[in-house]
């Protein structure tokens, strides 16, 4: 009994490739994105409270705001940059009010700043605590709550 043996018919499917998997992000990078942001947005913010000898409460959002944009559009979807950000952005408000009333202190002694600064961060630190208030601490609060937020959604 012999049968007769056909080899199938060449398929015209043909294997695409699989997409690149989604980009998860790079940690390390979005942490330097979000220190590099906070020296800035520090420095911008002390500028501010040292010209205006006040204490802008939405400048502090704004500090919050670019440090955690800085490190979720960077460093990706990463679930720890959220907390990464608002640990870094607490840091860059506190330095940004420091570094104010260390603008102001030099303009009252008329010397620079960085006199100012040398005379010792821990002046500075008592000078802060007299003048922080409730309205100090709701806007940290604040400015680390939009850093978690804006560090979520630049990741998404």
């Known amino acids: 009994m012999s049968q007769q043996f ?10 695409v490739a699989a997409p690149a998997p989604a980009r998860s992000g790079n940690v390390a990078l979005g942490v330097v ?26 400048a502090a959002v704004g500090v919050g705001a ?20 608002v640990l870094v952005s607490l840091a860059a ?8 009333i260390a603008m102001i202190g030099a303009d009252e ?14 002046l500075l630190v008592d000078a802060w605590k007299e003048d922080a208030g409730p309205m100090t601490f709701l806007f940290l609060g604040i400015g680390g709550f939009v850093s978690f937020g804006a560090a979520k959604k630049a990741a998404a």
């Open 6 to 15: 056909q080899p199938p018919a060449p398929s015209s499917y043909t294997e």
């Open 93 to 100: 408000i506190f330095a940004g009010q420091i570094f104010g």
């Open 33 to 58: 994105a979000a220190l590099v942001a906070a020296v800035v947005a520090a420095g911008i913010y002390g500028a501010i409270i040292g010209v205006t000898k006040y204490q802008v409460g939405y």
């Open 66 to 85: 670019l440090v955690g944009f800085a490190a979720g559009k960077l460093g990706g979807r990463n679930p720890l940059l959220p907390v990464v950000s």
């Open 109 to 122: 002694l008329k010397v620079g700043v960085l006199d100012v600064l040398n005379m010792g961060v821990s």
